[in-house]
Nanobody, 127 residues
Framework: QVQLVETGGGLVQAGDSLTLSCVASGGTFRSNGMAWFRQASGKAREFVGRLTWNGGLTYYGDSVKGRFSLSRDNDKNTGYLQMNSVKPEDAAVYYC????????????????????WGQGTQVIVSS
């Protein structure tokens, strides 16, 4: 089974940048995609972005589009979420997720499309 571990969270000032990492192991996660979700206190889990591992295609949620970017390092089995121009509303616990099956369209933005989840890493934004 795929295992995911997020790291890189912490305190960041509004307007600055922070990069999160997701190390994947133990499965065929590269066959499909890796996604990032976040959940702020008292709010529902929100889609942040998706990366198709083999093709390198990326998709972003509206709230982060233009500010966040996804990438991966095949040798390290690691996906990255680079957060730029961080806003206070970006504060949340960030999760990476992987899937066993293909998805298409808006279904790929649904957390139900992903079977494997990391423990999460918390991002705190100061003004």
């Amino acid at each position: 089974q795929v295992q995911l571990v997020e790291t890189g969270g912490g305190l960041v000032q509004a307007g600055d940048s922070l990069t999160l990492s997701c190390v994947a192991s133990g499965g065929t996660f590269r066959s499909n995609g890796m996604a990032w979700f976040r959940q702020a206190s008292g709010k529902a889990r929100e889609f942040v972005g998706r990366l198709t591992w083999n093709g390198g295609l990326t998709y972003y949620g509206d709230s982060v589009k233009g500010r966040f970017s996804l990438s991966r390092d095949n040798d390290k089995n690691t996906g990255y979420l680079q957060m730029n121009s961080v806003k206070p509303e970006d504060a949340a616990v960030y999760y990476c997720a992987a899937q066993d099956y293909a998805c298409s369209g808006y279904g790929c933005y649904d957390s139900d499309a992903y079977e494997h989840w990391g423990q999460g890493t918390q991002v705190i934004v100061s003004s």
